[in-house]
């Protein structure tokens, strides 16, 4: 199956503004790119796109004074399965990570693991170690947490959460990610693209999604707190400890979102090679 991404953001600046837009797909969904990948900035100026060290591609310009609108689309092939699901995989010992996944054991700006370690222990300690209780932790996030877009801000931590009882997808996975954490598996936070592909469409717009990904015996798997049912035309943008890491816009010096689309759509056979 092919899938059309994209994106059309506008910003309204005071002074020109540097940006870094995280809005193209991972560096390793890069083999599944079918055809180019169009980006353009209004008023017309120059943007360059950069990877870090962990794939992540960064889309960086400077925003004008006055308004600034930076669209982006790309066609992306999927196999069409759905999130792998492997009941009865393990943990790995503390002692037998790799040293890459010990900072995702660490507390961080959302995950604040020491406020939730009690509930975290109580709750899941007996729980079988490895994918059940990772599973576990997402049946009852998925339970307490209310989806409403009014509840989202800038400052809410995954113990906010809890206690709001609501959130946006970014709160169902800081939660989740801070109660692994609390029981030493690693946990990682995740960005993308993930349209309704395989599900009934909801009447909201298309956001872009946050999930997220433990390391489970040998390496890493996606759970999803927010749906927490195996999707398919999953796409990932970013990954890092929280949505402190990977925002989708990041201005050094003050702006304002004043237009937002994201597009997340399967392109049936005949509209991938004639559109």
């Not at 809410?156 to 801070?178: P, Q």
């Not at 990682?188 to 469409?201: A, E, H, W």
Request: with cysteine.
């Amino acid at each position: 199956m092919l899938i059309r991404l994209g994106c059309e953001l506008t910003i309204s600046c005071w002074a020109p503004t540097p940006v870094l837009a995280l809005v193209h797909p991972h560096a390793s969904r890069s083999e599944d790119r079918r055809g180019p990948e169009r980006l353009w900035l209004s008023p017309d100026r120059i943007a360059e796109v950069l990877t870090d060290a962990d794939g992540n591609r960064a889309c960086r310009f400077i925003a004008s004074a006055g308004t600034t609108t930076l669209g982006f689309e790309t066609l992306v092939a999927d196999d069409g399965s759905p999130d792998p699901v492997v009941p009865e995989i393990g943990e790995c010992p503390v002692g037998a990570l790799p040293i890459v996944t010990y900072p995702f054991l660490n507390p961080s700006r959302y995950c604040d693991t020491d406020r939730l370690a009690q509930v975290a222990w109580g709750r899941f300690g007996s729980v079988r170690p490895g994918w059940q209780r990772v599973q576990a932790i997402c049946d009852w996030v998925h339970e307490q947490l209310r989806f409403d877009y009014g509840a989202a801000r800038s400052d809410k931590t995954a113990h906010d959460a809890l206690r709001e009882g609501r959130g946006v997808c970014r709160d169902f996975a800081h939660l989740a990610i801070s109660l692994c954490r609390c029981l030493n598996i690693p946990a990682r936070y995740c960005t993308g693209y993930l349209g309704y592909t395989g599900v009934s469409p909801l009447p909201d717009p298309i956001d872009y999604s946050a999930w997220f990904e433990v390391f489970l015996e040998d390496r890493w798997h996606v759970f999803d707190a927010r749906h927490n049912i195996p999707r398919i035309g999953r796409v990932l943008i970013a990954r890092g400890r929280d949505a402190a890491d990977v925002p989708f816009l990041r201005s050094f010096g003050d702006h304002q979102l004043t237009g937002f689309r994201v597009i997340t759509e399967e392109m049936a056979p005949t509209e991938a090679t004639t559109g």
